[in-house]
């Protein structure tokens, strides 16, 4: 079972927006609207951010949101700023008769 | 609030057994799943399986069908905590292991432990 495909990294300015994909295939990604997205600041444990693809947990800014299209998810990061940069994985569901949870192999945001 | 503490050695020799537990707090252990994931140093994050309390002694799990033939995890509602067994450990298994709690469901890991670094080495 390969690990979703992200970008090794993004950029962006102060007040600007990135978006991160998340690719996988019809067996993870594009069979479940079960993808999570976690932030991992450096020596950290990593935080959840998005869950269902789109649903932000209650005390995550509304500048972080969640779309899924086939088999890309993306995150989208809005109004960067500068405690946004971070290592940045997504997560799919893949069913019990496969591998369960696969993540994807992580995007570095600079700010 | 949930909080999760992992806990266990941080150096095991090669084809020993690494063995790690999880103790959890602000919430009861047979009230949801738990996980454990690793993370090979500047690398990324990989799930190793999850137990639930099913009535039985040590609960029930599932693992990565890549990890199966060596992973073992149990838990202990008496203690409110879980463990996680790796045998024939090689260099490959030096990583930071979290344990964390899974919503089943929505299928997402939140609280997270702050991980342990098991290194792997003679």
């Known amino acids: 079972q390969s690990a979703l495909t992200q970008p090794a990294s993004v950029s962006g300015s102060p007040g600007q927006s990135v978006t991160i994909s998340c690719t996988g295939t019809?067996?993870?990604?594009?069979?479940?609207?079960?993808v999570s997205w976690y932030q991992q600041h450096p020596g950290k444990a990593p935080k959840f951010v998005i869950h269902?693809?789109?649903q932000r947990p209650s005390g995550i800014s509304d500048r972080f949101s969640g779309s899924t299209s086939g088999t890309t998810a993306s995150l989208t990061i809005s109004g960067l700023q500068s405690e946004d940069e971070a290592e940045y994985f997504c997560c799919s569901y893949a069913g019990t008769s496969i591998f369960f949870y696969v993540f994807g192999t992580g995007t570095k945001v600079t700010v | 609030q949930v909080q999760l503490q992992e806990s266990g050695p941080g150096l095991v020799k090669p084809s020993e057994t690494l063995s790690l537990t999880c103790n959890v707090s602000?919430?009861?252990?047979?009230?949801?799943?738990w996980s454990w994931i690793r993370q090979p140093p500047g690398k990324g994050l990989e799930w190793i399986g999850y137990i639930f309390d099913s009535g039985s002694p040590s609960g029930r799990a599932n693992y990565n069908p890549s990890l199966k033939s060596r992973v073992n995890m149990s838990l202990d509602t008496s203690k409110n905590q879980f463990s996680l067994k790796v045998g024939s450990v090689t260099v490959a298994d030096t990583a930071i292991y979290y344990c964390?709690?899974?919503?089943?469901?929505?299928?997402?890991?939140?609280?997270w432990g702050q991980g342990t670094l098991v290194t792997v080495s003679s």
């Open positions: 602000g919430g009861s252990i047979s009230s949801y799943y």
């Open positions: 019809s067996s993870d990604v594009g069979s479940y609207n079960l």
């Open positions: 269902e693809g789109s």
């Open positions: 964390a709690r899974q919503v089943g469901g929505a299928e997402y890991f939140d609280p």
